[in-house]
């Protein structure tokens, strides 16, 4: 099946300073890759997302963007704020069911005041 | 308000005791799933269900059953809990057929199995 793999497992910024994380998935037919947030005690909440005939989209502060021929997409947020610390996964559609994703490990985001 | 809510939020059991962690969704959502997140693996899919009485396995099924008697209820059974199904659960609903639609996630289940 489709593997998923994110970098960095951990990530600390200054806050103001901008947040880069990446991921790589393996199967060229995956179609739509979903970013997730999960705040402290909470379940993952979607933010942001990409379909594969899309090179980028942004969303205030946030932006995604997919390289479909290196097979990798990463999740941008600008001027981090506190509020933005949280753990973030990104994930990709499974090319046979498109109901089911296939998830990145995490990212723990640190933004220190 | 759209939500998925699980029940219990916590949970500490022994080894061996059979269990029942509900899922309930209000959106009207065919399609519905169960994940478990594990540190360092990210979340893994247990079993999921297309719609009524239709369910299957996912990637990790073992020690595991769920039924879907009813459009809005995901319940996920431990028959027989051990260990290493500590974890921590989310079940989660999306509208089937759309490619480019995510999840809901419920805020998730606290398990240890002692």
Redesign the interface.
Same mark, same amino acid.
């Given at each position: /099946?489709e593997n998923?793999e &994110?970098h960095p497992?951990t990530l600390s910024v200054q806050e103001g300073d901008s947040a880069v994380i990446k991921c790589t998935y393996s199967d060229s037919a995956s179609?739509?890759f979903?970013w997730?947030k999960q705040e402290l005690?909470? /379940?993952? &909440?979607?933010i942001i997302?990409i379909?594969s005939n899309v090179g980028e989209k942004k969303d205030q502060r946030i932006a995604v963007t997919l390289n479909k021929t290196a097979k990798h997409f990463s999740l941008h947020i600008t001027e981090t704020q506190p509020e933005d610390s949280a753990v973030y %996964?990104c994930?990709a559609?499974s090319p046979r069911d498109?109901?089911? %994703?296939y %998830? /990145?490990?995490?990212t723990k985001l640190n933004v220190k005041p | 308000e759209a939500q998925v809510t699980q029940n219990p939020r916590y949970l500490i059991t022994v080894t061996g005791k059979k269990l029942t962690v509900t899922c309930s969704q209000n959106m009207n959502h065919e399609y519905m799933s169960w994940y478990r997140q594990d540190p360092g693996l990210g979340l893994r899919q247990i079993y999921y269900s297309m719609n009524v009485e239709v369910t299957d396995k996912g990637d990790v099924p073992e020690g595991y059953k769920v039924s879907r008697k009813e459009k809005r209820n995901f319940p996920l059974i431990l028959e027989s809990p051990s260990p290493n199904q500590t974890s921590l659960y989310f079940c989660a609903s999306k509208v089937t057929g759309q490619s480019d639609y995510g999840y809901t996630f419920g805020s998730g289940t606290r398990l240890t199995v002692v």
């Open positions: /099946g998923v &994110q497992s179609n739509y979903p997730y005690g909470k /379940g993952p &909440q979607l997302d379909r %996964f994930a559609s498109f109901n089911k %994703f %998830f /990145g490990s995490g | -």
